[in-house]
């Protein structure tokens, strides 16, 4: 009589991050490994591993901590501890296939570098209040001081530049700054 399986098929299917990394040299450090799971996404996904301790005194060798870089479907998101080294779905990748590996990752999302103006100026609205409200106070208004000035804030996820060759910012604020009348103080 033939065995038929009944419910979902099992793909836990390997071994676990941390028997893999024992038998390697500095438990393979720099060696990228991927998890059964991530094999459902078209892009890329894997770790490559930064640091492995595992528990030598561990029943099973399945337990450790283990800190990688993590390349999730293209994008790599930093250097990151390994949540999930004891599940029994790791399958170490041969030297000769990580090169491929590598140059997909840089296929899926190429680095590009954004170049935004450093300096953008306010919309119109606010910048109709504005003046308003510093008339009122007879102040002189320029249409320089209604530039503000970008800022970026750099992170792994942000490729962005700023334009330094377009900036008239320094001179801008040195004008605004000038036609504001001083305070007095009473003595």
Same mark, same amino acid.
């Not at 991927?34 to 996404?41: A, D, G, L, S, V």
């Given at each position: 009589? @033939?065995?038929?399986?009944? =419910?979902?098929?099992?793909?836990?299917?390997?071994?676990?991050?941390? $028997?893999?990394?024992?038998?390697?040299?500095?438990?393979? $450090? +720099?060696?990228?490994?991927?998890?059964?799971?991530?094999?459902?996404?078209?892009?890329?996904?894997?770790?490559?591993?930064?640091?492995?301790?595992?528990? *030598?005194?561990?029943?099973?060798?399945?337990? +450790?901590?283990?800190?990688?870089?993590?390349? #999730?479907?293209?994008?790599?998101? +930093?250097?990151?501890?390994?949540?999930?080294?004891?599940? *029994?779905?790791?399958?170490?990748?041969? %030297?000769?296939?990580? $090169?491929?590996? *590598?140059?997909?990752?840089?296929?899926? &999302? !190429?680095?590009?570098?954004?170049?935004? !103006?450093?300096?953008?100026?306010? !919309? !119109?609205?606010? /910048?109709? #209040?504005?003046? $308003?409200?510093?008339?009122? &106070? =007879?102040?002189?208004?320029?249409?320089?001081?209604?530039?503000?000035? %970008?800022?970026?804030?750099?992170?792994?996820?942000?490729?962005?530049?700023?334009?330094? +060759?377009?900036? @008239?910012?320094?001179?801008?604020? /040195?004008?605004?700054?000038?036609?504001?009348?001083?305070?007095?103080?009473?003595?």
């Amino acid at each position: 009589m @033939p065995v038929v399986n009944v =419910g979902r098929e099992s793909f836990f299917h390997g071994k676990s991050l941390y $028997q893999i990394a024992r038998k390697l040299k500095n438990f393979g $450090q +720099g060696r990228i490994v991927i998890r059964k799971k991530f094999e459902r996404y078209e892009e890329p996904s894997f770790y490559r591993l930064t640091k492995v301790i595992p528990d *030598l005194n561990a029943k099973g060798y399945n337990k +450790g901590v283990a800190f990688g870089e993590k390349i #999730f479907r293209g994008k790599n998101m +930093g250097e990151c501890k390994i949540d999930a080294g004891n599940k *029994l779905d790791w399958v170490l990748v041969p %030297r000769d296939q990580e $090169q491929t590996i *590598l140059d997909s990752v840089k296929k899926v &999302y !190429p680095e590009t570098v954004k170049v935004v !103006p450093a300096a953008v100026p306010i !919309p !119109p609205t606010m /910048q109709l #209040f504005v003046s $308003q409200e510093l008339a009122a &106070y =007879g102040f002189k208004v320029e249409t320089d001081f209604f530039v503000t000035r %970008r800022k970026i804030a750099f992170s792994k996820f942000n490729n962005s530049k700023l334009d330094k +060759g377009r900036v @008239p910012v320094p001179e801008m604020y /040195q004008k605004a700054k000038n036609s504001l009348p001083t305070q007095e103080t009473k003595t």
